[in-house]
């Protein structure tokens, strides 16, 4: 890892050449970021105790993570506005993870529970940071938007529902079951046991919040909460049958490994991908669309080797996974922040509450929490991404696909699945290339596909093709095959140009296929030809088959030179 960049300065972010701000311009940008980390502040922190509940641990260990990780990321960060804490998504798979293992079988051994979560974060953080190591942070593309959309807007469903017991007030029965299925069947069905107190808290504080959002600079749930709490305490709310977030401990910060078997280890390690996969790919699909949107640069295995730390540091004080969430990034940009003070900021003001109202936090009505959490996902229920996608009439099966893997399997399955959707779908497509034949466009020696607008010729006695995809062990064959269909189906061609613009490179299964190709058109008394070679591609032919397809005079810069070199070339057959 690089040294780390000192924390950024106070100046606001300015387009080049725009001059160095002045004094007097870099207090606004200060006191903005102060601003911004009180809203982030007033978000956090009732997010923190929903999201211990999503990830079946004790308050603090999500608190401990939170402050971990806007520590960590303001030391090493590249992105101004994202912050890095508990997510929900984070906090669900990670439980679910956990659960699947069969020595931490959820509340029936919550300290194997305990220690196999912290492992999981440990060994996540670990693979975040080899994988940086590695320069692998383009890896996040591999799982498209569709799916990390459909993956999100399920997942979002999926929390907001399981925000309703407390919202209604209702006890749901361990035979019930916990998905979200089963929650809402069982809250539509037994209407009575709502409670109308605990649902007129909940009225009251979503239409605080709601009302509070036409301010964006202001911390609403957190001016929610602290109402909240006052309200619990003069009109003791508990003794109308309003639950209470109860007490909970104060982060002790004390460094630790995870206790658990070798074999267990093993068994974390397994699971462990799925997460890998979720923290970056939720973190940089924040991170870019903030970058995006400001005109900043960030760097992908920077970013990946950060979030990284921040997972090992959270899990070696006792602290759950964190990721940079859209929720607080978003609130954060929303708020004025202009560097990532805000995120010390932020810092600052949870550790004043919890060395300050530590005590009160207590009295928090429950429906009060649960509406903060149903308002912290609320952009995620919005469908407009999904539309999007579906009106364009493409990936509409991996959209689909995603949300019914995490609405029919639960979080952990579902991601897996909606990772393997990705996979399948640039496998198949890779997989089924389509070869288009090129002619010849006038005198201008471009060569672009025949029977297109252009009104391109064909070069007689010339077959000259080009793959759409990359030539690897998925698409070689299929191309090869392709080839001699088409060789066998025209009269008069003496040789075949291939064109490997789309291949950087070329694996030993496409290697091998070339050169069949090679042999197969030799033996027909024809000739093959490369075009549009590139460098690796041109080193490796040369290096494995330099009396054959690997010589100079069979591999050309471009199509142009290809078709003027095929006039040099007597009688290839008896090389």
């Not at 029936?108 to 590695?134: D, R």
């Not at 959002?213 to 305490?233: D, E, G, T, Y």
């Not at 550790?351 to 429906?367: N, S, V």
């Not at 929490?369 to 990936?395: E, F, K, Y």
Request: net charge neutral; charged share 15%; glycine share 8%.
């Amino acid at each position: 890892m690089t040294t780390a960049p000192s924390l950024p300065s106070d100046q606001p972010h300015v387009a080049p050449f725009a001059g160095t701000p002045s004094v007097s311009a870099a207090t606004p940008s200060r006191w903005r970021d102060i601003g911004a980390g009180l809203c982030v502040a007033g978000l956090l922190l009732p997010e923190a105790v929903a999201y211990a509940g999503l990830a079946r641990m004790p308050v603090v260990y999500a608190l401990t993570a939170t402050m971990a990780g806007l520590a960590i990321y303001a030391l090493f960060g590249g992105s101004r506005f994202a912050i890095v804490a508990p997510t929900s998504s984070t906090a669900t798979f990670s439980a679910a993870a956990v659960v699947s293992l069969p020595a931490a079988a959820g509340a029936a051994n919550p300290v194997a529970h305990t220690q196999a979560l912290l492992a999981l974060v440990l060994l996540s953080g670990i693979a975040l940071m080899l994988l940086a190591w590695a320069r692998q942070g383009q890896l996040s593309a591999f799982v498209s938007r569709p799916v990390l959309r459909g993956f999100a807007f399920a997942l979002a469903i999926t929390i907001v529902i399981r925000q309703l017991p407390d919202a209604l007030g209702f006890a749901l029965p361990h035979e019930a079951g916990s998905g979200p299925l089963h929650v809402l069947m069982f809250a539509a069905g037994h209407v009575q046991a709502w409670h109308g107190a605990s649902i007129a808290v909940a009225l009251a504080a979503a239409s605080l919040i709601a009302g509070l959002k036409r301010w964006p600079q202001l911390p609403a749930s957190m001016l929610v909460i602290v109402l909240a709490i006052i309200a619990a305490h003069w009109f003791d709310l508990k003794s109308l049958g309003v639950e209470e977030v109860g007490a909970f401990e104060r982060p002790a910060f004390k460094p630790g490994l995870p206790d658990l078997p070798l074999a267990e280890w093993l068994r974390v390690g397994e699971v462990a991908f799925g997460l890998v996969v979720l923290v970056f790919a939720e973190s940089w699909g924040s991170m870019r669309t903030m970058a995006l949107a400001h005109g900043d640069t960030l760097d992908a295995n920077r970013e990946l080797m950060v979030l990284g730390a921040c997972n090992v540091g959270a899990a070696l004080l006792q602290g759950i996974a964190v990721g940079a969430g859209f929720s607080a990034t978003s609130a954060n940009t929303a708020a004025g922040a202009s560097s990532r003070w805000a995120g010390v900021a932020a810092l600052v003001v949870i550790a004043a509450a919890l060395a300050y109202a530590l005590p009160a936090l207590h009295l928090l009505p429950r429906p009060v929490l649960a509406v903060a959490v149903i308002a912290a996902l609320w952009h995620g229920l919005s469908a407009r991404p999904l539309l999007a996608v579906w009106r364009m009439n493409r990936d509409r099966v991996l959209v689909v696909g995603a949300v019914a893997a995490v609405l029919l399997f639960g979080v952990m399955h579902g991601m897996l699945v909606a990772i393997a959707l990705s996979l399948l779908a640039a496998l198949r497509r890779f997989s089924q290339p389509v070869v288009h034949e090129l002619g010849e466009l006038g005198t201008s020696r471009n060569f672009v596909t025949l029977n297109g607008p252009a009104g391109a010729t064909a070069v007689p006695g010339l077959l000259i093709l080009r793959p759409e995809e990359p030539l690897f062990f998925a698409s070689a064959e299929r191309v090869v095959t392709d080839v001699m269909e088409r060789v066998r189906g025209r009269d008069g061609v003496k040789a075949v140009i291939l064109s490997l613009e789309e291949s950087a490179d070329l694996d030993s299964t496409a290697v091998e296929c070339l050169l069949e190709l090679n042999q197969r058109l030799r033996d027909s008394g024809r000739s093959l030809v490369l075009a549009r070679v590139k460098d690796p591609v041109r080193e490796l032919l040369g290096r494995w088959d330099q009396h054959g397809l690997g010589r100079p005079e069979r591999m050309f810069w471009s199509v142009a030179d290809a078709v003027q070199g095929l006039h040099a070339i007597r009688d290839d057959t008896a090389r």
